[in-house]
């Protein structure tokens, strides 16, 4: 243990707020650091450590009780981390032991300890026993103090055999021991007997709601439970529950406050208001219930079943019962743990408890026993847990265990959604109750149980409905109508064109014949997709029902028939068959010539089923009404359009909405059709018919079959990439309409309308207005003042007053608005010679001036009637203001009164308002003396006729010797107003220069003209604060940074760059705004330790850290606070002013009935904050500084709660066995009190990490709406006071639903770090504006995308969470919960006037890495049942919306690059084959137009002006337009479309690979700023195969081409065509460099290739990384392959075999082949491989072996053979790079002893990739400007130039 105890505070010193913020001693931190298993010690240790200066020999004494305790607890030191604690605690009791002794004031420890503890209970727990005025956390912390003094007491009793204790120490102690069960901790609600004078526990709705739920009457208790009862007599429902159904008793305590805070808001809300207050509504119960029941009740009536919630017939009994059941509810769903996650299984769990519940109280009698039913699982405590969850979780745990880390095929295990689907047929109903063990649901766990079956083949359960097979088939399967629709869209152009049919010809007679080939098509697709359901849902067949699988099976068997019926039909020429035998109405299908009668039939038959589904999508509120029935009708007639399952039904929108994105789509489609239509399909037509009609083609090689007809070949490479373009361009003609309309939509909206300032100023005057309207609820519509400032000196210019002054009868405007426009109107005065009139005209043209000049006369008049005490002075004052206004009145100011003294008289005046400044009592003299020079200046100088009253009183204070103005009130009462006033006053006067950049900080700009444009959109009234929606905010934190340390300031990167000079120079004003609040300069700041916590804390502000997220949240509070002050307070404390409340007396806070503890009361009620940091008690226990930082903030924030997993070891019998809780800790007193301890079934993390962590922690959230916070994640105090506007659009009409998620902006903050972070801010905030803007309006598709979205708690409490957490598959866990929301009939909303800061990554690889998350994240979505299930339920618009804005994007992004590829592997065959030289020679047309227009749709993608589209469009909007223009430009020049392109790759990549192979993980970015120079083999790490190798082949695709093509090189098509492909290679081959700081420094580079080389260099083997070896790279790299599935491979394989048509082509031009086209020279090719590939070998074994004996002559034949290697791997270059096709193929080529060979290929084709990367680099790197310009284009421009000079200080300091 460590010393240095002198540094504790005294012994109960309460953490002021400023001494909250420092840092804690070590000592306080050591004291935690207990291990798991020896937790109960941990109080005893903190009791020491506070008495240590007090009693340092009790403390001893406490410190050896805790040692003997520990060995009592783990004689052997079995436990983890025991054996180094006990030794360390005994060594500190070794060398405390003398030294206290000596201490000792008694002369024994016992008499020692019992001294100390009397007088502890007279100073602590008497002394703060003062009845409601108690402080309650300190009265708590000293009985809990108390209490182990006397264990101790008695233990050292023991030990010095003391017989007995003194009776008045036992009564001390027995009254400790009896309130010390009542102070228990608590979280927001005291519920125990102490607790009832708390402020919270008088609002009368909170007391209707305890009430109601200690309400037991009537309810029969258990014997054990009674006695208890009647001694204590504090007993309710949820206590009643828990001895039924042996729930935890602190999540009985959870449950219990969440139940109380949930009714009472509701009741509060109630119209009209209920009557008694204090009797709780059961209009407020029925409201809850509704809610928390509504999934139930739809679950039951689903399955054919009633549900179990039946209420008595007595009326006084149903609001007992009705609570009785949702405490039931919550206590399963409290406890569930990660059973949460599985909706349905709840409500299975719930429906048997509940009917149990209803048999006990009903008394039912058991048929078996004749006596009253008893729960099944007992009361015993934690028996729910042990029976009902853990066998549950353990089904979860075992299933996860199978996905091997989520390297195991999705169908090889069930994930949460299987199991949970499981609930979603009634067979679930066969498990029984209690649940059976050997029932279906419980295999997997069988094997364990009972030793069956082995580990390789365990029993399984199955998948449920749904399997998610890797292959790219689900793109197809998921959007069928899509591919549908645009294949025979694609059919209906090709045959228009072809055929050159206008669209006036599509009725005649052969044109209508052709185009009505589609529908056989049509069939031939419907067929595939039966084809694929069938095969791809295979595995599912394990739990799906009889008719499921018919359905299936009926389908591919109904699709194929139509397939061969249409065909038939069509073809059968017979006129025999006439319409008019069967019906004269149909004799006019006859006439339609040249289609046969009987296909037309049949296409009518087979459209039957989709006329009835058009029919209902006009209709769609008749579809969600047949998809809600449970009539066996209507689920037979959908039992066959889509399969019955739970999710799903009746999501369609109302009519209005339909008609809004139907317009949206039918616009797009047509432009989309129109531009492929007339640019690319037609133009194609005729050189394909030339093609076709070329005979005798002169082939350059060998033809496999040159009989071939219409050159197949040839048109395949020509449609291939028009093709490919065609599916993929819907896609930019999405972007370009959604910008379009989003713009449209923020214009209404009123975006932008105030951008700036000036913007600001001009509609100054109506923004109280619109604060008012929306702000400030409708029944209390005082002004209030609002200020936003980051500076202080521009503070006191920006701030409102904020207490309102009656005397001064006017409007005060902020003085930003006034500045200067006294003086000027001074000068104006001086220099005016006409009427009043004129004058005043002039004032008043400018309303501010006119403003400012009334305010300050009525403020001269206040000061000089508040400064003057005497009768005469007053008198005089009087009758001269009196003769101003008269005058002023009659329009004779100027006549009668001079005004060229004017100035004169503002200068005294503006030193006497200086001297009230100070209220210095030494300068009254000089007061007196102005006072009397200003009396002169008006008398004798500015009035043109005397007055004689003045004279005379004059005169009169002269004869009686007195002086004027003598006796004054000065300096005068102070008071926070008069203060202000006199600033106020001083600034008027006094700036003379125009306020117009103030404030001159840019985000202070920015949020002061958001705040202000948001007042005139569009939003909810606010409600007062006690009616509002009660909310939590939840931050999931791993372990990120919570605040910078001083190291991790200070720390320097290569370029001696630390952080804090880093911010420095990223942010100059706001740095020296903090160094002036220190009140110090430069390096003096590192002195003070004061100064070094306010730094740490100023830094973490800035970056992407905890403190920063827990700063802006708790702004909610702040904000609260207020708001409810001004809806409390009466009219005289708002004059007062609300910092009289904020800056609350101690009196105040200790008060139950001050306004102070009110408004806390109030705010607690409404607003809970829980950050859910996992690995708090891991981090505390390892004395890892985040664990002080996260202390440090809740003692900060005192209402801040943190949850966190507690691994505990726990001592079952002879062994330790791991145990976890989840455990809500808070800060007392500088420490943290653990308020509840929640037994888990397991280890929390079976899934995903981030919801597994925020599901753990859910239960500790509170209220009606929870919003999702990040830890990267910011708030500001004036959005905060928005939140009341936003919750209430729960509550509005959003349409047929309301809303479930309420979607919210976000601001990047990280936009101004670097280039690369500016593009990623505007991209990411074009995509929460203007995209998310899209979505939700009109295309009703947007979902939750991890952002600061608010959620309707009970609505998703009840459905699964707020997330999906299944491993692998739910890798973007949010958009999960979005989905889930849609398909449980919820409705997310998007609003734009709030919003949240948010952090972005900044460096390119940390880019990199989000964006592979993020497009691994769509790869496993493409796999997924929701998307399916989305894809199929949607109506066709709909689905079309979806499509595109989810895994479509990633879809269309692998279309671009296919079409590079399609492009260039076309060209290459037509070159190489000869084929080209034909078309030349032959054809008129080649298709160049449809070409250029294929390859620039595919620039506009590659090159980012998709996502550029969008962020110009919210820019302009935003900024205006001019700014767009400017930002664009100024974009390009710093390389954004590099960046983009380089971006496109990376998408593609991860996302091909994961739907391929799988292997999505988590990917770690790290949140800090990057400046640090990345190495080249880093980089080559991370890009190789994802860019490098890509680009490469493209490159050298690029140069064959260009060598060997006959088309003119130099033709403009060609570089047209080209130039894109050129510029994606050198995007992708050197944007790692471009944007690498200090990417082009000479002294780097060499470091960065020697780096290199030795990396590549050194052997693999078991253990060693990848970042230290190039063979445990590759092998790393590889891995994917191993764990992929069959198909996996295969594609592998099959796509590395196009390097065979690449050598193909190739060996054919070589000029040593002379034109021969034998097949025998391609033979030749491969003998010439396998005999490099065999000297290779022999080389490797003659280094081993001869390299000793032979040196020279082995050295010489090693440079032969090196130069013949290079020249030959030049050819075959790509040839050599079949990783994919190698690993695939890896046991057969390691069979025959070849690997070795391999990896030695592998590894020369990695050093010449690596060397032709390297080398321009390294060429551009040997001149100095290239650096200079790149640190330009990186950072911005204060940063470029602090970096140079830091690199010439860096540059002096290694010459020294």
């Avoid at 139509?562 to 008019?580: E, G, M, N, V």
């Avoid at 702000?775 to 500076?791: C, E, H, I």
């Avoid at 408004?1159 to 004395?1183: I, P």
């Amino acid at each position: 243990m460590a010393t240095g105890h002198n540094e504790q505070p005294s012994l109960m010193r309460r953490a002021s707020r400023s001494a909250a913020t420092t840092t804690f001693s070590l000592e306080v931190f050591d004291n935690e650091v207990v291990p798991s298993s020896l937790q109960s010690i941990a109080p005893i240790l903190r009791v020491a450590a506070e008495i240590q200066n007090e009693r340092p020999r009790v403390a001893y004494l406490c410190r050896f009780y805790a040692f003997d305790k520990a060995h009592r607890l783990d004689p052997n030191s079995r436990g983890r981390g025991v054996r180094q604690f006990k030794t360390s605690l005994h060594q500190r009791l070794e060398r405390d032991n003398a030294s206290t002794l000596a201490s000792r004031v008694k002369k024994t420890d016992a008499r020692e300890i019992e001294s100390f503890y009397k007088q502890y209970y007279e100073d602590y727990v008497v002394a703060l026993n003062k009845g409601d005025q108690a402080d309650r956390a300190m009265l708590g912390k000293a009985y809990l103090t108390a209490g182990v003094l006397f264990e101790v007491l008695c233990a050292v009793n023991k030990t010095e055999k003391v017989e007995e204790v003194s009776p008045e120490i036992i009564a001390a102690a027995n009254d400790v021991w009896a309130k010390k069960e009542i102070y228990v901790p608590y979280n927001i609600l005291p519920l125990d007997s102490a607790g009832a004078s708390q402020s919270i526990m008088q609002i009368e709705e909170v007391k209707a709601a305890v009430v109601a739920i200690q309400n037991t009457r009537g309810l029969q208790w258990p014997p054990s439970v009674e006695q208890h009862r009647n001694k204590h007599g504090d007993l309710d429902l949820l206590d009643w529950l828990r001895a039924m159904f042996g729930f935890q008793t602190d999540s009985v305590r959870n449950q219990r406050e969440h139940l109380i805070l949930l009714l009472a808001n509701i009741h509060i809300r109630l119209i009209p208001k209920p009557e008694p207050l204090n009797i709780l509504d059961d209009r407020a119960v029925d409201a809850l219930m509704n809610k928390l029941f509504k999934n139930y009740k739809t679950w039951c009536k689903y399955l054919g079943r009633k549900h179990s919630l039946r209420l008595p017939k007595d009326r006084a009994e149903v609001q007992q019962r009705k609570i009785l059941y949702m405490g039931l509810y919550l206590l399963i769903w409290g406890e569930a743990a990660n059973v949460r996650f599985m909706p349905e299984c709840l409500c299975y769990i719930f429906h048997n408890m509940a009917y149990e519940l209803h048999g006990l109280l009903a008394g039912n009698v058991s048929i078996v026993t004749g006596e009253n039913i008893k729960p099944s699982i007992g009361g015993e405590d934690e028996s729910f847990l042990r029976k009902v969850i853990m066998p549950v979780y353990r089904v979860i745990e075992r299933e996860s265990k199978k996905s091997k880390n989520g390297k195991a095929p999705h169908m090889a295990w069930c994930n949460y959604d299987d199991l949970n689907e499981y609930f979603w047929s009634s067979d679930c109903f066969l498990l029984g109750w209690p649940m059976r063990d050997d029932g279906e649901f419980f295999r997997s766990t069988q094997d364990a149980v009972q030793g069956k079956g082995s580990q390789n083949n365990p029993r399984k359960l199955g998948k449920s409905f749904f399997a998610e097979t890797r292959t790219f088939w689900h793109i197809f399967r998921s959007f069928d109508r899509l591919w549908t629709f645009l294949v025979l869209a694609l059919q209906i152009m090709i045959i228009m064109a072809w055929n050159n049919i206008s669209l006036f010809d599509v009725f005649e007679k052969n044109a209508l014949r052709n185009l009505s080939s589609i529908f056989i098509t049509a069939a031939f697709l419907r067929l595939l997709q039966s084809i694929l359901d069938l095969i791809l849902n295979y595995p599912g067949y394990l739990r799906w029902k009889f008719t499921s699988v018919l359905r299936n099976v009926l389908k591919v068997i109904v699709s194929l028939t139509w397939s061969i019926i249409l065909p038939i039909c069509y073809l059968l020429q017979t006129k025999t068959f006439s319409f008019a035998k069967f019906h004269k109405e149909l004799s006019f299908l006859d006439k339609l010539k040249g289609i046969p009668p009987l296909y037309i039939m049949a296409v009518v038959i087979y459209l039957l089923p989709n006329l009835l589904a058009a029919a209902l999508f006009v209709f769609p509120m008749l579809q969600r009404l047949i998809e809600n029935s449970d009539w066996l009708i209507m689920r037979f007639l959908l039992w066959w359009s889509q399969p019955t399952i739970y999710v799903g039904r009746g999501m369609h929108e109302s009519q209005y909405s339909l008609i809004k994105y139907t317009i949206f789509w039918v616009l797009l489609l047509c432009s989309k059709f129109a531009f492929s239509f007339f640019m690319m399909i037609k133009p194609l037509v005729r050189p394909t018919k030339d093609v076709m009609n070329i005979h005798h083609v002169a082939y350059a090689w060998h033809e496999l079959f040159p009989d071939a007809q219409y050159n197949v070949g040839a048109i395949f490479a020509l449609w291939s990439p028009v093709i490919l373009v065609y599916f993929m361009d819907l896609q930019i003609w999405y972007s370009i309409f959604s910008t379009l309309y989003g713009g449209f939509i923020g214009a209404f909206d009123r975006l932008g309308e105030i951008r700036t300032l000036e913007m600001l100023r001009s509609r100054f005057q109506s923004l109280p207005g619109a604060f008012n309207t929306y702000l400030v609820p409708s029944d209390k519509t005082r002004k209030r003042g609002f200020s936003l400032a980051k500076n202080f000196h521009q503070m006191d210019l920006l701030l409102v007053p904020y207490s309102s002054d009656p005397t001064l009868k006017i409007i005060q405007w902020p003085p930003f608005l006034l500045a200067s426009k006294i003086p000027i109107a001074l000068d104006m005065a001086v220099q005016f010679r006409s009427k009043d009139a004129e004058l005043w005209k002039r004032i008043s043209g400018d309303e501010y001036m006119k403003c400012a000049v009334l305010e300050c006369y009525e403020s001269f008049k206040n000061v000089l009637n508040t400064l003057t005490v005497a009768e005469t002075e007053k008198r005089i004052i009087g009758i001269i203001i009196k003769d101003i206004e008269n005058n002023i009145t009659k329009g004779t100011l100027l006549p009668n009164f001079r005004m060229k003294p004017l100035p004169d008289l503002c200068k005294k005046f503006v030193e006497l308002v200086e001297i009230l400044k100070d209220a210095d009592p030494s300068k009254k003299d000089r007061l007196v003396l102005l006072l009397q020079d200003m009396l002169e200046v008006v008398t004798r100088d500015m009035m043109v006729n005397e007055i004689r009253e003045l004279g005379e009183l004059g005169h009169g204070s002269k004869d009686s010797g007195n002086q004027l103005f003598t006796r004054i009130a000065f300096p005068p009462p102070y008071t926070a107003q008069w203060e202000e006033q006199i600033r106020r006053l001083y600034l008027l006067l006094t700036v003379k220069e125009s306020a117009v950049d103030v404030p001159t900080n840019l985000e202070a700009r920015r949020r002061i003209a958001f705040f202000s444009n948001s007042l005139f959109m569009d939003m909810p009234h606010a409600p007062r604060v006690r009616k509002m929606l009660s909310f939590s905010v939840l931050t999931p934190y791993y372990s990120e940074e919570t605040v910078y340390s001083k190291s991790d300031l200070e720390m320097e990167n290569e370029d001696g760059v630390s952080i804090i000079y880093y911010l420095q120079k990223i942010y100059p004003d706001e740095w020296n705004n903090f160094m002036e609040r220190l009140n110090c300069k430069g390096s003096e700041i590192w002195e003070n330790e004061e100064n070094i916590l306010q730094l740490r804390h100023w830094a973490s502000l800035r970056g992407q850290t905890l403190c920063r997220t827990v700063r802006g949240m708790m702004y909610y509070r702040r904000a609260l606070k207020l708001q409810a002050f001004l809806d409390m307070a009466e009219e005289h404390e708002i004059l007062e002013g609300y910092k009289t409340i904020t800056e609350a007396s101690d009196e105040d806070k200790k008060s139950q009935r001050s306004m102070y503890t009110q408004l806390e009361a109030v705010a607690d009620m409404k607003f809970t904050y829980v950050a859910t940091c996992q690995n708090y008690g891991n981090q505390k226990r390892s004395g890892d500084r985040r664990a002080t930082d996260i202390l440090n903030l809740m003692v900060n924030n005192p209402s801040l709660r943190v949850a966190y997993i507690d691994e505990v070891e726990e001592r079952e019998g002879a062994k330790n066995q791991k145990v976890y809780y989840s455990v809500l800790v808070k800060a007392v007193d500088n420490l943290d009190q653990e308020v509840y301890r929640i037994k888990l079934p397991g280890s929390a993390k079976i899934g995903e990490g981030k919801p597994e962590n925020q599901n753990h922690a859910i239960v500790f959230t509170r209220g009606e709406a929870l919003q999702t916070i990040d830890m990267n994640q910011d708030n500001y105090l004036e959005e905060a006071f928005k939140m009341r506007n936003l919750l209430e659009e729960f509550n509005e009409d959003h349409g047929v639903r309301p809303p479930t998620i309420l979607g919210v902006r976000e601001h990047i903050f990280t936009g101004s770090v670097s280039s690369l972070a500016w593009f990623m801010s505007n991209q990411e905030t074009s995509f929460v504006t203007i995209g998310q803007r899209v979505l939700a309006r009109p295309l009703k598709v947007r979902f939750h995308y991890g952002h600061p979205d608010v959620f309707d708690r009970i609505f998703h409490i009840t459905r699964g969470g707020i997330s999906k957490a299944s491993r692998g598959i739910n890798l973007s866990e949010d958009i999960f919960a979005g989905f889930n929301s849609t398909l449980r009939r919820g409705n997310v909303t998007h609003h734009e006037y709030i919003q949240v800061g948010k952090g972005r990554d900044v460096g390119l690889n940390q880019i990199s890495l989000f964006e592979a998350k993020v497009a691994c994240g769509n790869g496993e979505q493409t796999l997924s049942r929701d998307i399916y299930r989305l894809g199929h339920r949607f109506d066709f618009f709909r689905m079309l919306s979806f499509y595109f804005t989810t895994t479509g994007f990633y879809i269309s992004s692998m279309l671009v690059v296919l079409t590079v590829y399609a492009y260039l592997y076309g060209r290459l065959y037509l070159s190489l084959s000869g084929m080209e030289k034909a078309i030349i020679r032959y054809s008129r047309a080649k298709g160049d137009d449809a070409l250029k227009a294929v390859m620039a749709s595919q620039s506009i993608v590659q090159l980012g002006l998709l996502m550029a589209l969008p962020m110009i469009m919210e820019i302009g909007l935003e900024r205006g337009f001019r700014t767009a223009a400017g930002e664009l430009i100024i974009m390009q020049l710093q390389l954004a479309a590099v960046f983009f392109t380089f971006s496109l790759g990376t998408k593609v990549h991860y996302f091909g690979r994961t739907v391929l192979h799988g292997g999505a993980k988590y990917r770690a970015t790290g949140r800090g700023f990057v400046v640090r120079h990345e190495k080249f083999a880093e980089n080559y790490r991370m890009y190789s195969r994802s860019h490098f190798t890509k680009a490469l082949e493209i490159m050298i695709m690029l140069v064959v081409y260009h060598a060997y093509s006959s088309a003119a090189p130099d033709s403009t098509t060609y570089t047209f065509v080209t130039m894109s492909m050129w510029f994606l290679v050198v995007s992708w081959l050197f944007a790692p460099f471009l944007f690498n700081p200090s990417g082009f420094e000479w002294q780097k580079i060499v470091d960065d290739f020697e780096d290199w080389t030795k990396w590549m260099s050194s052997c693999g083997g078991i253990g060693v990384p990848a970042t230290k070896s190039w063979e445990s790279w590759w092998d790393e790299e590889q891995e994917h392959l191993q764990y992929t599935g069959l198909l996996g491979r295969f594609w592998e394989i099959i796509l590395s075999l196009r390097f065979f048509l690449y050598q193909y082509g190739i060996v054919y031009q070589l000029h040593a082949v002379q034109n021969e086209k034998s097949l025998l020279v391609y033979g030749l090719s491969w003998l010439v491989i396998l005999a490099v590939v065999i000297i290779l070998k022999i080389v490797s074994m003659g280094r081993q072996r001869f390299s000793a004996d032979f040196q020279l002559m082995f050295r010489l034949l090693k440079l032969f053979l090196f130069i013949a290697f290079v020249a030959t791997l030049l050819v075959f270059i790509k040839f050599l790079q079949l990783t994919g096709g190698d690993i695939a193929c890896r046991p057969l080529v390691k069979g025959i002893g070849m690997w070795a060979s391999v990896k030695a290929l592998a590894r020369g084709y990695e050093y010449i990739m690596g060397l032709v990367i390297f080398a321009p680099v390294a060429i551009l790197a040997w001149f100095p400007f290239v650096s200079e310009f790149q640190t330009r284009l990186l950072f911005n421009q204060a940063f470029s130039r602090g970096l140079q000079i830091q690199r010439i200080l860096a540059g002096g300091k290694k010459n020294k």
